[in-house]
């Protein structure tokens, strides 16, 4: 997702830090259904985007509050999700698998409690006129426009090897700006969420062609995740599973019904999309091919998907533990995450 403006970080940091020091037992009020309702933090990694539609429309629907929850929605700012829930300044928050592998090894005291997006939402890309680029194999000696990801580097090697390359290319670290250097020619190849840097270089009459992990052999991985505090998750079982349940409601909306669920989070967000066609779009290709699992329902996990591409990381020696060594024995992956706050149906 496109990076937001740095202005007004500060304001949200210093909100997030008056947090940490004053909230960071857990969420206040009482449980589900005692009287007072139950408020719950969750942090967004981003601005409001197609990755948080569920959320927003079980705010809009009125499921959170059916479900005796207050939820708050803690602003995006330079302190990460996985940093404010495993610190318990947030109950829940939006990661990704990558991210959240490094933070776990790591020691944060957090589970993943929901598969959001059930496949890779990246994709390698190039600009869609390099007819010298046809596969991954031909990103040897080019420069890819990286994001700093320790786990970056390893990837777009194995699947350039997979693809019959070498994998030796060059890395520039850009974060956002690597979208705009693609264009611009000034990086090779870059790894954008497809439902909305793919769709906004579309849009934008900057079309690119891009390569699946994999289609190469690569593990898939769990993109996008809604994980929780491990404590506050162990200490408030009715009240985790009333909010994993709302919300799993509201991305199983999304996914059945994408034209409803973009009107919902646009609702919740007024003025913060300018482009309604790129959130309409998106939605729609996400509920096409990212949010359901192959029985057609949203949010699960399976042991096999978080050992493969977690698997992978410890493997390439890039998990390090909180004294920054590589990690000695490989983790228990089935102790990461959990399906038992999921619905049985949704």
Known sequence: MSSPPRAGRIAGLL?????????????????????????????????PNTNHTGLFVAQQEGWFRDAGLNVEFLPYNSTSPDTLVGSGAAEFG????????????????????MAILQHWGTEIAVKADRSDIRSPADLDG???????????????QTVIKDAGGKGDFKTVILGSSAYQALYAGQVDFTEPFVAWEGIEAQMQNEPLKTFKYTDYG??????????????WLAAHPKEAAAFVQAAQRGYQLAADDPARGAKDLEAANPGAFTNPELVSRSQQMLAAGYLKDASGKVGTQTLQQWSGFSGFLYDT???????GKPLTSRPDFSTWFTDKYL???S
Do not use: H
């Open 317 to 323: 020696g890039t998990l390090v533990d909180s004294a």
């Open 142 to 156: 080019k420069t890819y426009g990286g994001f700093g990801n320790p786990g970056e580097q390893p990837k777009m």
């Open 15 to 47: 909100a997030i830090l008056a947090l940490l020091l004053t909230g960071c037992a857990g969420g206040t009020g009482g449980p589900a259904g005692s009287g007072g309702p139950a408020t719950i933090r969750v942090a967004l990694d981003w601005t």
């Open 218 to 231: 690569f593990p898939d991985a769990y993109s996008v995740l809604l994980i929780g505090n491990s404590p």
């Open 343 to 345: 619905a049985a149906s």
């Open 94 to 113: 939006i990661s990704f698998q990558d991210s959240f592998s490094y933070s776990k090894a790591a020691g944060a005291d957090i589970t993943s409690v």
